[in-house]
């Protein structure tokens, strides 16, 4: 049962900008907070930035901060991950993920967060 939908996937040139979406029922997405994760062919699935259940606090990965920018919109029940100055090293499938509100140390990880989806693949050339 798919209950994250990703999209906004796609090829982009270095230094240019793509916008994903992630649309969630409503249940999932107001009990919880949501995440974006990345997965490069061959690696570990890798945290990029989380967003509280309020939307009032943001998490990013070192790698993404200050060219990736998360928000939510609770009306249309749908997180964004604006994504600019891109590199070559962005490229990987990008996971949307919803998970307890709960702040803890290890938010970083995959076992923080409860629901997945399919993924969109985002491709930077270079």
């Known amino acids: 049962q798919v209950q994250l939908v990703e999209s906004g996937g796609g090829l982009v040139q270095a230094g240019g900008s793509l916008r994903l979406s992630c649309a969630a029922s409503e249940s999932i997405f107001s009990r919880n907070a949501m995440g974006w994760f990345r997965q490069a062919p061959g690696k570990e699935r890798e945290f990029v930035v989380r967003?509280?259940?309020?939307?009032?606090?943001?998490y990013y990965a070192d790698s993404v901060k200050g060219r990736f920018s998360i928000s939510r919109d609770n009306a249309k029940n749908t997180v964004y991950l604006q994504m600019n100055s891109l590199k070559s090293v962005d490229t990987a499938v990008y996971y949307c993920a919803a998970g307890p509100p709960y702040l803890s140390g290890n938010y970083r990880n995959t076992g923080a967060y409860n629901y997945w989806g399919q993924g969109t693949q985002v491709t930077v050339s270079s």
């Open positions: 967003i509280s259940r309020s939307g009032g606090s943001t």
